[in-house]
């Protein structure tokens, strides 16, 4: 079974730039979350969708977006790039009916913003 | 009362010696509390869960402790050994609710 995939692995984008995260969940799995990594902040989190809808949302600025087509694949979009959204943005599906007690993450896309 | 908060940031241990990462948490409604191993140029993977109604779990050389009067809860990893080199992350979760991580420790373990 295919694990989480994201595309791309790495971005190099400019200030004020705009910028689209894919996340491929496992096959099944129709939830998926969204967080974003840096040194010293941990994890934090930006939002979840299920079946299309988001349904939680984390305390972000309205620059970051996301969605998720009826396939469970989702996107997050990033816009107005700023120096501090550089970071690894990892995506996590998790079984249907478990809850968040199993999430499986995929490798991350490491964004650089210039 | 989201937070998890996780300590050290960083630890060094000697091969063989056992590695104690802490996390403490405010939210009473949290009932899940798992622990993910995180490799450089990786996402993290689930290493061990408790739920708050045991003291303690353990898989293999990895124990969760758990003091529910307390909140707080401890990975121990006994015999630690140069491939336990990784980010570990405590979190916590209640229902059908997103994940709320640790800040992270890095851990290196000295041949």
């Known amino acids: 079974k295919a694990g989480v995939t994201q595309t791309p692995r790495y971005l190099i984008k400019t200030r004020g730039q705009q910028v689209t995260l894919s996340c491929s969940p496992i096959s099944g799995h129709r939830s998926v979350s969204w967080y974003q990594q840096t040194p010293g902040q941990g994890l934090q989190f930006l939002f979840e969708y299920f079946s299309e809808t988001q349904r939680n949302k984390g305390n972000f600025p309205g620059r970051f977006s996301g969605r998720q087509f009826s396939n469970s694949r989702s996107e997050m979009n990033v816009s107005t790039l700023e120096l501090g959204d550089s970071a690894l943005y990892l995506c996590?599906?998790?079984?249907?009916?478990?809850?968040?007690?199993?999430?499986?993450f995929g490798q991350g896309t490491r964004l650089t913003v210039v | 009362q989201q937070q998890v908060k996780q300590s050290p940031q960083s630890l060094i241990v000697q091969k063989g010696g056992i590695s104690i990462i802490n996390c403490a948490y405010e939210?009473?409604?949290?009932?899940?509390f798992p622990w993910y191993q995180q490799f450089p140029g990786k996402g993290p993977a689930l290493l061990i869960a408790i739920r708050p109604d045991v003291s303690e779990k353990k898989e293999g050389r990895f124990t969760i402790s758990f003091n529910k009067s307390a909140k707080q809860f401890s990975l121990h990893i006994m015999d630690s050994q140069p491939g336990d080199s990784a980010t570990y992350f405590c979190?916590?979760?209640?229902?059908?609710?997103?994940?709320?991580f640790g800040q992270g420790t890095r851990l290196t373990i000295n041949p």
């Open positions: 979190a916590a979760t209640w229902g059908a609710q997103k994940l709320v």
């Open positions: 996590a599906s998790n079984p249907p009916g478990t809850g968040w007690t199993e999430a499986f």
């Open positions: 939210n009473t409604a949290f009932d899940y």
